[in-house]
C-alpha cells in the first residue's frame, strides 16, 4: 500500500515563530488532507489539498503531486497552534475507495 | 449542523464483554469509514461502507464487526473485547470525489 511520512516527528516553537512541516508519499495520490488533533483528541480539517496551494489566515498548504509531497506552513505560531499535526491521503475510488492512510504526525509544541 | 456523530464519547469494558459503538452522519454522505488511533501512531482503517447495505474490510478488521442497514449510521461492533482494542476510535463520512472526509470527534474505549 501507499506509504507516508512525516518530517519533523517533533518540533517545539517559541510563540511568533513559523514552521513548516513536511509530508512525503510513495504513489500517486487523489486526495490529500492536513488535519490538526487539538489537546482533546478532536480531529480539526485544515486543508483538503491534492495539488495546488491555499490558505487559510496563518496557515497555508502547498502540495506538489507530481514530486510526491506536501508542504503545511504555519507562520506567527500561537500557543492554540500545539497539538498533532496529520496528513493523509487517499487513491481514489478505484485505487481503494478513498480510504485514508495517516501518516505518523508531527507532535508540536508552542511555548509562550 | 452535527455533521457526525459519535456514541458513546467514553467506555469502559471488561474482557470479553460486547459493545456497539453508533456513528450517525446528517450530510446524506454515501462513504463511511472506522478508524482506531493508537499513542503515537496515525489513524488506521478498521472497516468501510461504500453505501447503505455494504461493508468492506480495511488495515485491521481483526475482531470488528461492522453494519450499515440505514445510510446514515455505521455501526462498529466488539464481541469479545480484548485489552489489545483499547484505543481511540473515529467514525468518518465522505459525499464524493473531490470531497475531504469528515470526522467525528472519537469514542475513547477502555478494556480492563
Known amino acids: 500500500g501507499i506509504q507516508v511520512e512525516q518530517s519533523p516527528p517533533d518540533l517545539i516553537l517559541q510563540e511568533g515563530a513559523n514552521s513548516t512541516l513536511r509530508c512525503n508519499f510513495s504513489?500517486?495520490?487523489?486526495?490529500l488532507q492536513w488535519f490538526h488533533q487539538n489537546p482533546w483528541g478532536q480531529l480539526i480539517n485544515l486543508f483538503y489539498?491534492?495539488?495546488g496551494t491555499k490558505q487559510n489566515g496563518r496557515l497555508s498548504a502547498t502540495t506538489v503531486a507530481t514530486e510526491r509531497y506536501s508542504l503545511l506552513y504555519i507562520s506567527s505560531s500561537q500557543t492554540t497552534d500545539s497539538g498533532v499535526y496529520f496528513c493523509?491521503?487517499?487513491?481514489?475510488?478505484?485505487?481503494?475507495?478513498?480510504?485514508?492512510?495517516f501518516g505518523k504526525g508531527t507532535l508540536l509544541t508552542v511555548n509562550p | 449542523n452535527a455533521g457526525v456523530t459519535q456514541t458513546p464519547k467514553f467506555r469502559v469494558l471488561k474482557t470479553g464483554q460486547s459493545m456497539t459503538l453508533l456513528c450517525a452522519q446528517d450530510?446524506?454522505?454515501?462513504?463511511m469509514y472506522w478508524y482506531r488511533q493508537d499513542p503515537g501512531m496515525g489513524l488506521r482503517l478498521i472497516h468501510y461502507?461504500?453505501?447503505?447495505?455494504?461493508?468492506a474490510k480495511g488495515e485491521v478488521p481483526d475482531g470488528y464487526n461492522v453494519s450499515r442497514l440505514k445510510k446514515q449510521n455505521f455501526l462498529l461492533g466488539l464481541e469479545s473485547a480484548a485489552p489489545s482494542q483499547t484505543s481511540v476510535y473515529f467514525c468518518?463520512?465522505?459525499?464524493?470525489?473531490?470531497?475531504?472526509?469528515?470526522f467525528g470527534d472519537g469514542t475513547r474505549l477502555s478494556i480492563l
Open positions: 468518518a463520512s465522505k459525499d464524493s470525489q473531490y470531497q475531504p472526509q469528515h
Open positions: 504513489d500517486s495520490v487523489n486526495n
Open positions: 489539498i491534492p495539488s
Open positions: 493523509a491521503v487517499d487513491r481514489g475510488y478505484l485505487g481503494s475507495n478513498y480510504k485514508l492512510t
Open positions: 450530510m446524506n454522505h454515501e462513504y
Open positions: 461502507s461504500v453505501g447503505e447495505g455494504t461493508t
